[in-house]
C-alpha cells in the first residue's frame, strides 16, 4: 500500500500484484505449512515484508527462516499487536488463512462446533476489529480470508466446517460491501482440494470429493496474486467451482439432489 493518501498501490499508474504487494507489510496466519506457508512465500519472493504466524513456533520459525520473514507464533486471534509491531507498527495485508477442518455430522460434540466457530470465523472478526480503525483513517487496507469452496457450496461429512466456512465468506462479503469505498479490499479463497494436511485430515470424504482434482499449495498462492492484480473479490483456484456455485443458487433441488447421491457414494464406501 501506499503512505497515508488513501491511494492503494493496486490502483497507481502500472498498478497489479507487484505494486499492491512490493515493500507492503504482510501478516498470515495458519503459516507454517500448506497454503498459509505459500502465500507467505509468495509474498515474500514479490517483495512483501511478511510475518508467519502459526500456532506451531517452530513451523512459524522455519518458514520466517526460509523466506527472510519475522515469525510471530500463537492464536491468530491474539497477535495482531504483535504482527503489527513487528512490521514497524502498519499493517497492508492480513491473511486471515487459519483454520480448521472440523469433520463431524449435526450430532459432533459442542466443543467440535465451538472450536470450529472460533477459528474459522471469530479469528477473522477479532482481526478485523483490531485492523480496521487504522485502515480506515488511512483509507487503504486489504483482508484476505482463506474460506474454501465448502464455503461457496458444502462439503459431505463435514458439517461444523462447512457451516463455520459459510460464516467466514459472510464476514468476508459484509466487509467489501461495507468498507470498499473507503479503501478496504477483500479477497475470498475458495479453494477445493488442495495437497495439505488438512486434505489428509479429511479422510475417506476427501478421498472422494477433493482428491481427484487437488492442486498444489502454490497454485492458490498463483490464484490469490492474481486477484490482488485484478481488484477481485472471489478467488477460485479451480475455476469450475464457478458453475457449481451457479448451479447451487439457480436449481437448488437438483444441486442438492446431485450432492445427496454423493453422500450415499460415501456412505457406501464408507461401508
Not at 467489501?176 to 479429511?202: E, F, N, W
Request: glycine content about 12%; hydrophobic content about 45%; proline content about 4%.
Amino acid at each position: 500500500m501506499s503512505g497515508n493518501t488513501g491511494t492503494d498501490r493496486g490502483t497507481e499508474p502500472g498498478g497489479g500484484a507487484g505494486d499492491a504487494v512490493r515493500g507492503a507489510g504482510v501478516v498470515v496466519t495458519g503459516a507454517g505449512g500448506g497454503i498459509g506457508a505459500a502465500l507467505a512465500r509468495r509474498f515474500a519472493a514479490e517483495g512483501a515484508r511478511v510475518v508467519v504466524n502459526d500456532i506451531d513456533a517452530d513451523r512459524a520459525g522455519a518458514v520466517a527462516a526460509e523466506i527472510g520473514g519475522t515469525a510471530v507464533p500463537g492464536d491468530a486471534s491474539a497477535v495482531v499487536d504483535a504482527a503489527r509491531e513487528a512490521l514497524g507498527g502498519r499493517v497492508d495485508i492480513w491473511c486471515a488463512n487459519a483454520g480448521l477442518s472440523s469433520p463431524g455430522d449435526a450430532f459432533a460434540e459442542e466443543d467440535v462446533w465451538a472450536a470450529a466457530w472460533d477459528v474459522n470465523v471469530m479469528a477473522h472478526v477479532r482481526a478485523a476489529r483490531a485492523l480496521l480503525p487504522e485502515w480506515l483513517e488511512r483509507g487503504s487496507g486489504r483482508f484476505v480470508s482463506t474460506v474454501s469452496a465448502a464455503g461457496l457450496l458444502t462439503m459431505i461429512g463435514a458439517a461444523p466446517y462447512s457451516v463455520s466456512k459459510h460464516a467466514a465468506l459472510a464476514f468476508a462479503e459484509w466487509l467489501s460491501l461495507t468498507y470498499r469505498h473507503r479503501g478496504l479490499k477483500v479477497h475470498a479463497i475458495c479453494p477445493q482440494g488442495v495437497r495439505t494436511d488438512m486434505l489428509t485430515a479429511a479422510g475417506s470424504a476427501g478421498e472422494l470429493v477433493l482428491a481427484p482434482t487437488a492442486i498444489e499449495p502454490e497454485d492458490v498462492a498463483d490464484a490469490l496474486l492474481d486477484a490482488v492484480a485484478a481488484d477481485r473479490f472471489l478467488v477460485l483456484p479451480h475455476p469450475e467451482v464457478a458453475d457449481y456455485y451457479r448451479n447451487r443458487a439457480t436449481d437448488p433441488e437438483r444441486w442438492l439432489g446431485t450432492m445427496n447421491k454423493v453422500q450415499r457414494a460415501w456412505e457406501t464406501g464408507a461401508r
